[in-house]
């Protein structure tokens, strides 16, 4: 998959609302955690690593700041292979949004923990509109039953 430089800001410039995210979320800020859910978007499922629970769909899958998939480096050195969904409701987030060290600058975070096992597994965001970024390695895709050999 496509790889970004940590510096690869210069791509998606923030402080355009040209950018992917149009015209949602306004006046709704719970808005993508409940309708729908179940499917979001349909295709192969999404699903925790450790536990097998189920997180969201291959069809959540949305860009960000034009790429799916974001590389990021955290304080501590760590680096984080975030992709990027419109929701995920089998995660549950925990903890008040913070704009501190936000990899999506307009963008607050909260942790998102897995709904099952409770593992971190990535971040609500939430600005012009919310998504989710999670930390890919955390996850796994389960294809369709019997896609696969
Ligand atoms: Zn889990």
């Known amino acids: ?12 410039v923030p402080g355009g609302p040209a950018g992917p995210g149009g015209p949602q979320g306004e006046g709704s800020p719970e808005r993508g955690t409940d309708a729908a859910l179940a499917d979001p978007g349909g295709g192969a499922r999404i699903v ?8 969201t769909s291959a069809g959540a899958r949305r860009e960000v700041n034009g790429a799916h998939r974001h590389v990021f480096f955290n304080p501590g050195g760590f680096v984080f292979d975030l992709a990027c969904f419109a929701a995920a409701p089998g995660v549950s987030l925990t903890g008040n949004p913070s704009t501190e060290f936000t990899w999506f600058p307009g963008y607050a975070w909260r942790i998102a ?21 999670l930390i890919w390695d955390r996850l796994d895709e389960e294809s369709e039953p019997g896609d696969r050999a």
């Open 113 to 133: 923990l897995c709904g099952g096992c409770y593992e971190h597994l990535g971040w609500r965001y939430q600005g012009e509109g919310t998504f989710f970024g």
């Open 48 to 55: 925790c690593r450790a536990c097998r629970h189920r997180v």
């Open 1 to 12: 998959m496509r790889r970004q430089s940590p510096l690869g800001l210069k791509d998606g």
